[in-house]
T-cell receptor
Framework: GQQLNQSPQSMFIQEGEDVSMNCTSS?????WLWYKQDPGEGPVLLIA?????ELTSNGRLTAQFGITRKDSFLNISASIPSDVGIYFC????????????FGQGTELSVKP | DTGVSQNPRHKITKRGQNVTFRCDPI?????LYWYRQTLGQGPEFLTY????????KSRLLSDRFSAERPKGSFSTLEIQRTEQGDSAMYLC????????????FGQGTRLTVV
């Protein structure tokens, strides 16, 4: 079945540092999405990517849809304490009715 | 609040009991999804509805699980004869058909089976 491998599993950084995480797939996706989840809450959509090669920003967040359509990365610049949480990538395959395949998550800790 | 609403937020039940969760999607959204998330993992798809029709069910959805969306608005997820392995966060999401890929999630229902 389709699987997403997300790395790293966890990151411990100092406030102000930049962060990069990525996701790779064994399958081609036609959409990549990045979500953030706080403890005890549902995932919140951060960025959606629709075309291979697309680079999209949302404030301090930047994400790219890989040319091969099998990978994506998320960068966070100048991290702040409220960036703490678990970041998930998710892929959508065009003929699967909206079902999303999620990665295992990257847990981000930011030290003030 | 016009987001996706789930109730209850937490449920503790004894093994063997039945439980039911409710999801109220964003009002104009015609697609509704259920996902399950265990500790340290990403959400896993269970099933989804377009209006009142259940269009897909995952193999994760055993015979003990049933979901309904009778009037195309809110949905319920029932688990019969709960087992300890059912302990998880159950997440509901909704979207427009035209923007299927941009699903918005509720806060989830945390189920603990003791």
């Amino acid at each position: 079945g389709q699987q997403l491998n997300q790395s790293p599993q966890s990151m411990f950084i100092q406030e102000g540092e930049d962060v990069s995480m990525n996701c790779t797939s064994s399958s081609i996706f036609n959409t990549w999405l990045w979500y953030k989840q706080d403890p005890g809450e549902g995932p919140v959509l951060l960025i959606a990517l629709y075309k291979a090669g697309e680079l999209t920003s949302n404030g301090r967040l930047t994400a790219q849809f890989g040319i091969t359509r099998k990978d994506s990365f998320l960068n966070i610049s100048a991290s702040i304490p409220s960036d703490v949480g678990i970041y998930f990538c998710a892929g959508h395959f065009y003929n699967q009715g909206g079902k999303l395949i999620f990665g295992q998550g990257t847990e981000l800790s930011v030290k003030p | 609040d016009t987001g996706v609403s789930q109730n209850p937020r937490h449920k503790i039940t004894k093994r063997g009991q039945n439980v039911t969760f409710r999801c109220d999607p964003i009002s104009e959204h015609n697609r509704l999804y259920w996902y399950r998330q265990t500790l340290g993992q990403g959400p896993e798809f269970l099933t989804y509805f377009q209006n009142e029709a259940q269009l897909e069910k995952s193999r994760l959805l055993s015979d003990r699980f049933s979901a309904e969306r009778p009037k195309g608005s809110f949905s319920t997820l029932e688990i019969q004869r709960t087992e300890q392995g059912d302990s998880a966060m159950y997440l509901c999401a909704s979207s427009l058909v035209e923007a299927t890929r941009e699903a918005f999630f509720g806060q989830g229902t945390r189920l603990t089976v003791v």
